[in-house]
Nanobody, 128 residues
Framework: QVQLVESGGGSVQAGGSMRLSCTVSADISKFYCMGWVRQAPGKEREEVAAFQVDGGTGHSESVKGRFTISRDTARNTLYLQMDNLRPEDTAMYYC??????????????????????WGQGTQVTVSS
């Protein structure tokens, strides 16, 4: 069973930075797509960034220019660098992976990938 474990969440003031990590118990180079999905109380789930097996990446409009997704295949780890954080970025952030290419990757789309593995999430809180 594949396990995804997020870390790096916490509290930060608006304008600050934070880096989330997702360590995976499998070879991440074999996943078709990996990404970060967030959900705030009372709001819809939002896919904020995705990384496709060929190296393509995508970011949602709400985070473009502020967040950057990357991966280290040697460490089987996915990252989300978050800069210039805003209070509206407050949410639970989940790492997710698609091992079977459930849908074709669409960079910057509202739904970039479809995931069949999920982590437990890490809370990010941004205060004004």
């Amino acid at each position: 069973q594949v396990q995804l474990v997020e870390s790096g969440g916490g509290s930060v003031q608006a304008g600050g930075s934070m880096r989330l990590s997702c360590t995976v118990s499998a070879d991440i180079s074999k996943f078709y797509c990996m990404g970060w999905v967030r959900q705030a109380p009372g709001k819809e789930r939002e896919e904020v960034a995705a990384f496709q097996v060929d190296g393509g990446t995508g970011h949602s409009e709400s985070v473009k220019g502020r967040f950057t997704i990357s991966r280290d295949t040697a460490r089987n780890t996915l990252y989300l660098q978050m800069d210039n954080l805003r209070p509206e970025d407050t949410a639970m952030y989940y790492c997710a992976a698609d091992s079977v290419k459930q849908i074709a990757f669409k960079a910057d789309a509202k739904k970039m990938c479809d995931y069949n593995y999920w982590g437990q999430g890490t809370q990010v809180t941004v205060s004004s």
